[in-house]
């Protein structure tokens, strides 16, 4: 399901890190980091009070700067904007209200964009009529909080949980169509695919104008089946400034991916795997989605009979965390084994959602053991007692164990292969996990 996006703004040095660190660090759980990304501090997935979110961290805002630097911090927190559910404006009790907290107030209005008006640095009660004067900003009721000490945190999630609550009840509502996010850098051709998926014989049902977040969502019938494509190719009728911004495209990405079934990794066959495709692919693993690896141009490739399984190396080596996912070699512009793609989709959604019954689970879990003993700790050994699916897309299985401690990550990993191979899960990732048999919940998310 698709988390509601939350961008921190406001101009420099008003504690938009210190805030963003605070959130993810200490007072929510974090789900997971995207790959590639956390090293900038920019996007995280969390948690407050069992809602999930994506928080986006930005630079300053200087309104009228003319430093390049500073001008593309401004572009990219605009980009962030437009892409949010929610926007919390972050200001300083210190320094007061600015021209500069005014301005950036102004062009977040401009967008119409639900918002939170946040008072950092209030670490006393003797600052709260600092507070007041944010009132004049006219995005509602200023929100005391330290940042740095996390005070004011608690009330300060709540309502960011109320104002995008109607979010959670629209995602409930969203249709049964098969979906499938297509995912990659700039210019690996994902508008071109899509548009050659849909163009050909088939049924166009609607086509949906682009979300806050920057998709293009066209539903489609390809042998009875619905798709809805989710095309991230980039901001429409939009500067070109912005398309330059490449760490920005992750955003797209993560919300692209968050609502899709299955999830289409587009690689420019010319290029080979760049680190951006290495960012943008940790998002599918982390996010467990059946994946399908598909590398385009291929029709511009110089070939010899090596040529194919080289890239398949190449690309298992670069981006070995989807050693799951399918291969395909394509040509978008030409329409070359396209119709392929139709076939895979199927396959791997109908794999992320295959069952295993406990009684053949436990049968092999014996002859896994038999073939490879447990490790064992300090004159303890590791005793499997059984194992069990609990849910589907993606498949996950809980192994139940005398203690969990021992379950050295090696003989983990074992168990985890021979789950994967044994009942051909190929074409979407598994979850495995480790727990005491005492304990009364078999299974967390």
Not at 7 to 12: D, E, F, S
Not at 98 to 104: P, S
Not at 217 to 235: K, M, R, S
Not at 353 to 377: C, F, H, M, Y
């Amino acid at each position: 399901m698709a988390k509601p996006i939350i961008a921190v703004v406001g101009r420099p040095n008003v504690g938009k890190s210190t805030l963003f660190n605070k959130l993810v660090g200490e007072r929510i759980a974090i789900v997971e980091d995207t790959p590639g990304v956390t090293r900038d501090r920019i996007i995280a997935d969390a948690e407050w009070l069992n809602h999930h979110f994506t928080l986006i961290d930005t630079g300053g805002i200087e309104p009228y700067s003319k430093d390049t630097i500073l001008q593309q911090m401004r572009i990219q927190a605009q980009l962030a904007v437009d892409m949010a559910d929610l926007v919390v404006l972050l200001v300083d009790a210190r320094e007061g209200m600015t021209a500069a907290d005014e301005e950036v107030a102004d062009m977040i209005r401009k967008t119409g964009k639900d918002t939170l008006v946040v008072v950092n640095k209030v670490d006393s009660p003797n600052q709260n009529d600092a507070v007041w004067e944010f009132y004049n900003l006219g995005l509602g009721e200023p929100i005391p909080i330290s940042a740095n000490q996390g005070l004011g945190l608690g009330d300060f999630l709540d309502e960011v949980i109320a104002h995008v609550e109607r979010f959670y009840d629209e995602e409930e509502q969203e249709d049964n169509t098969l979906k499938v996010a297509v995912i990659g850098k700039p210019n690996a051709g994902k508008s071109t695919l899509i548009n050659r998926m849909i163009g050909e014989n088939r049924l166009i049902v609607s086509d949906i104008p682009g979300t806050t977040r920057d998709a293009i969502d066209t539903t489609v019938v390809h042998d009875g089946v619905e798709y809805t494509f989710i095309d991230t190719a980039g901001l429409r009728k939009k500067s070109k400034i912005y398309e330059d911004i490449e760490r920005y495209s992750i955003v797209r990405a993560v919300a692209a991916v968050d609502r899709a079934d299955v999830v289409i990794l587009l690689i420019d066959a010319q290029k080979g795997v760049t680190e951006q495709d290495q960012k943008v692919a940790g998002i599918a693993a982390n996010r467990f989605k059946p994946t399908i690896i598909v590398v385009n141009k291929w029709d511009a490739v110089e070939k010899d009979t090596m040529t194919m399984e080289k890239m398949k190396r190449d690309i298992r080596e670069e981006l070995s965390f989807l050693d799951f996912a399918p291969i395909l070699f394509i040509s978008a512009l030409t329409g070359s084994r396209v119709n392929k793609i139709y076939q895979e989709i199927q396959f791997v959604y109908d794999q992320a959602r295959k069952r295993v019954t406990t009684g053949k689970l436990n049968e092999a879990v014996i002859d896994w053991v038999t073939i490879k003993q447990p490790p064992s700790k300090n004159g303890r050994r590791l005793k499997i007692y059984y194992c069990s699916q609990v849910a589907v897309n993606p498949p996950t299985f809980v192994i139940f164990v005398n203690d969990a401690s021992l379950m050295h990550f090696s003989y983990r990993r074992y168990l985890e292969n021979q789950i994967y191979k044994t009942f051909d899960f190929y074409g979407t990732p598994i979850r495995v996990f480790i727990r005491n048999r005492k304990e009364s919940d078999p299974y967390e998310e």
